[in-house]
């Protein structure tokens, strides 16, 4: 059984289903389920998962979870009956589990470790072209189209791997990229209503209401933080994105360029990479707190180092 993060990304979704191909391909026999009741619309097009199975056959089966750092972001409980359990993971490592853990945490992507995996045993494994989509997607989509730290030559080797197999990058990338007019307007509010701090710091607040005058869900909404990417001097930018209940409190997307913001986030409920990680506030106090930190390590970056931009 394969298992993955909640508030699923393109990258726990390709690598879920890329080994999930690789793995039935080889292995005929085997099944192999992937199914933890996630639905994503930006994803929808890669295809739907599995039935759910019942208890019974979790607990003779081999789980293995990809692209979750800690066991509380599992989406599906159902990881804690399996017999024996995998840990596939390039997040910094917070929680080890697993009977067998495999940790990379220089990875651009847990994709690119599914890709190595591939290349690594390759005259035993079998692929096809929908694999190699699945998971040159989480390649693309986790490395914001190989430009993030911890791209390397060896990510563009293994994204070559993949792409010898066969993908149909127009329709791939129309399908991740392409904007629908309606989310141009919400794009348009951002940038009109975009907060910046005194040192460096770029901001925006989505509240309910303007989730319900854009019709926005929790992953369209949350994609605020990558409108908020690419101003000149804001080295850290942080969307707060209000929960559908106060019970779930806010929650932070946080990124960065030069500094790091993981220790931030870990103050605050939260975890993730150097300059990409995710948090949750509960309380406006507590969002202007986290802001007002934010502002304080760009200040202390600034004065410390040279050649940010
Ligand atoms: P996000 O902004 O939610 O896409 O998160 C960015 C990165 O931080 C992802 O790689 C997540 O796995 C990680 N992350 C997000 N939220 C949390 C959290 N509450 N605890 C630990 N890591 C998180």
Not at 50 to 57: G, H, Q, S, T
Not at 65 to 90: F, G, M, W
Not at 263 to 283: D, I, N
């Amino acid at each position: 059984m394969l298992f993955r993060h909640i508030r699923m990304d393109g990258d726990c979704v390709g690598a879920t289903k890329g080994l999930k191909r690789i793995l039935q391909l080889t292995y005929p026999e085997k099944r192999i389920v992937l199914s933890d009741g996630q639905k994503s619309d930006y994803l929808a097009f890669l295809g739907p998962d599995d039935e759910p199975v019942a208890d019974d056959l979790c607990r003779s089966a081999l789980g293995i979870v990809i692209d979750v750092s800690e066991q509380t972001r599992i989406s599906n409980p159902q990881y804690a009956l399996c017999r024996e359990l995998i840990k596939i993971d390039h997040h910094i490592e917070a929680d080890p589990f697993g009977t067998l853990s495999w940790v990379e945490d220089w990875r651009s992507s847990a994709c690119e470790m599914i890709a190595a995996f591939y290349a690594a045993f390759r005259d035993r494994l079998r692929i096809d072209g929908q694999a190699a989509t699945y998971i040159y997607a989480g390649m693309v989509t986790d490395s914001g189209r190989f430009r993030f730290e911890g791209v390397n030559g060896d990510t563009l080797r293994l994204a070559a791997v993949m792409l010898d197999q066969g993908i149909d990058m127009e329709t791939l990338y129309a399908n991740l990229y392409l904007i629908d007019p309606r989310i141009l307007n919400f794009k348009a509010y951002v940038y009109q209503h975009v907060h910046y701090t005194e040192n460096g710091v770029a901001y925006l607040y989505v509240d309910r209401a303007m989730k319900r005058e854009y019709s926005l869900n929790t992953e369209t909404a949350g994609d605020t933080i990558s409108y908020l990417e690419g101003i000149r001097g804001c080295l850290c930018w942080l969307a707060f994105i209000e929960g559908d209940t106060d019970e779930d409190g806010i929650r932070v997307r946080l990124r960065s360029r030069f500094m790091t913001v993981n220790e931030l986030a870990s103050r605050h409920h939260g975890g993730g990479h150097a300059c990409a990680s995710g948090a949750t506030v509960y309380s406006q106090e507590e969002m202007r707190t986290l802001i007002t930190e934010a502002d304080q390590a760009v200040k202390e970056f600034k004065e410390s180092h040279t050649g940010w931009l």
